[in-house]
C-alpha cells in the first residue's frame, strides 16, 4: 500500500505535523485547514473507509474515538464544541481511500454540511 499517502505518513515515510502517536493510531495537522484546529486522526493499518471495518476492529475504533477525544483536550476545544467526521466515498468528499477522521474545532460550525 505504498502509494497510499497515509499508509506513508503513518510510517514516517511523509512528513506531516503528527501530534499524536502509538502503536495503532496516529494524528496529524490537516494540509488543508478547515477550522482552526483540524486534525486527521487514522489508524496505522490500511482501511479504506468505516464501511472496510470489521466486528474485530471495533477495539481500534472504540481507541480512536480516545485518541480523538485526547487531542480535543490537548487542542483546547473539547468543552466549546468539536466537529467529528468522516466521508466515505466520492459523493461525500472522500479524497484519501485510507480511512481518517476529521476532528474539527476552534469555530462556530455551521449545519447543514455543504
Ligand atoms: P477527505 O476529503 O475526507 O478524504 O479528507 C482528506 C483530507 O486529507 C483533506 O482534508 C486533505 O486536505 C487532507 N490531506 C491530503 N493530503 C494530506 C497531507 N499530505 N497531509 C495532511 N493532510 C492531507
Request: net charge negative.
Amino acid at each position: 500500500m505504498e502509494e497510499c499517502i497515509f499508509c506513508r505518513i503513518a510510517s514516517g515515510e511523509m512528513y506531516a505535523e503528527v501530534v499524536y502517536g502509538d502503536d495503532r493510531v496516529v494524528a496529524f495537522r490537516d494540509i488543508n485547514p478547515q477550522a482552526p484546529v483540524h486534525v486527521l486522526v487514522i489508524p496505522r493499518k490500511h482501511v479504506r473507509s468505516v464501511f472496510d471495518l470489521s466486528p474485530q476492529d471495533g477495539e481500534l475504533l472504540s481507541h480512536i474515538f480516545q485518541v480523538i477525544r485526547k487531542i480535543s483536550a490537548d487542542e483546547g476545544i473539547a468543552e466549546k464544541g468539536v466537529r467529528v467526521l468522516t466521508n466515505v466515498e466520492r459523493e461525500a468528499g472522500q479524497s484519501v481511500f485510507h480511512l481518517h477522521f476529521h476532528v474539527l474545532g476552534g469555530r462556530r460550525m455551521l449545519w447543514p454540511p455543504g
